[in-house]
């Protein structure tokens, strides 16, 4: 993979410069004032390196990685054999580096820690779109992010194969059971989120059948079914009769999610993607190179 094609796979909300910003601050919160380990190592001292999986993964990160190690050593270089959203299999090289010894060594672990937590989000994603194959529904990720790493765990989502959800509280409006106690009704408040005319993206979250109908009266084109069971499901999705675009979500899982998208809603948002997840092993072994 070239630096030219590094970055061509990102969805617009994630950039280059976002993706050196945050690896640079991860950086100095790792080595502050200096790698006092990778000091033993004579200075100028060259290396070669492989980063491999230690497990079947759905991979994600390589953008992270690549920073990790440029920005500690601009003359490194890395030479990928995976993509994002490749599927790993045990023992499988991901990249060889070759590169300064003492900046290899101070860029592992926090390169490490990119992947082994994108590429697990990646795939604990994957597993939920392979649970619905040939269903039209899509699996949505949350706002149920580790801070710092929204954008990036979103992406990671994209990368298994799921879609997102919004991204922040910027991009779009979600009135939820206090917005609408503190509107008075469900009515007052989708009234008030179409007088903004600041974003097409409205969605309202109910919590009954009576107040689905209640929603679809007042002209909502998104509406989050919370809790739902799925007898509660169907029945809304009869109700609905296609006039808005239904998502189902809470205490979605592996077990229950094909069930949830036989009802027929449209999507499945699942907080597990993203805060319910197991780093995914990976390893890097060097050699050096005198």
């Known amino acids: 993979m070239t630096q030219s094609t590094l970055y061509q796979g990102l969805p617009a909300y994630l950039t ?14 790792d080595i502050g004032k200096g790698d006092l380990t990778a000091a033993l190592i004579p200075a100028g001292t060259r290396a070669s390196a492989t980063i491999i999986s230690r497990e079947e993964a759905i991979v994600c990160g ?4 690549q920073q990790c190690f440029e920005q ?3 003359g490194v270089v890395l030479h990928w054999q995976v993509k994002d959203g490749d599927r790993l ?13 003492r900046a290899m060594l101070s860029a592992e672990r926090p390169a490490l820690n990119f992947i082994q937590t994108l590429s697990a989000v990646a795939t604990h994603t994957r597993r939920y779109v392979d649970a ?28 298994g194969g799921g879609a997102n959800q919004r991204l922040a509280l910027y991009d779009g409006i979600l009135i939820k059971e206090n917005h609408i106690a503190a509107a008075g009704s469900i009515a007052a408040v989708l009234k008030a989120a179409f007088a903004m005319q600041q974003t097409d ?14 929603a679809l009266e007042a002209g ?16 809304a999705v009869a109700i609905n009769q296609k006039r808005a ?13 094909r069930a949830i998208a036989e009802t027929g809603v449209d999507r499945i948002s699942v907080g597990a993607l993203t805060k319910h997840i197991q780093a995914t092993d990976f390893s890097m072994r060097i050699q050096m190179i005198l």
């Open 16 to 29: 280059a410069s976002q993706i050196a910003e945050q690896v640079k601050a991860t950086l100095a919160e």
């Open 62 to 65: 390589y953008a992270w990685v």
């Open 72 to 74: 500690l050593d601009p």
């Open 89 to 101: 299999q045990p023992n499988q090289t991901l990249v060889t580096i070759d590169g300064d010894a």
């Open 132 to 159: 619905i194959t040939g269903l039209p529904a899509k699996i949505l990720d949350t706002r149920k992010t580790m801070p710092g790493l929204k954008l990036a765990q979103k992406y990671a989502v994209l990368a």
């Open 201 to 214: 993206n409205i969605q309202i979250e109910v919590e009954t059948l009576d107040e689905l109908q209640q």
């Open 220 to 235: 909502a084109k998104s509406i989050l079914l919370d809790n739902f069971t799925l007898d509660e499901l169907r029945n």
């Open 245 to 257: 675009l239904l998502e189902a979500s809470g205490n979605v899982t592996l077990t229950t999610v």
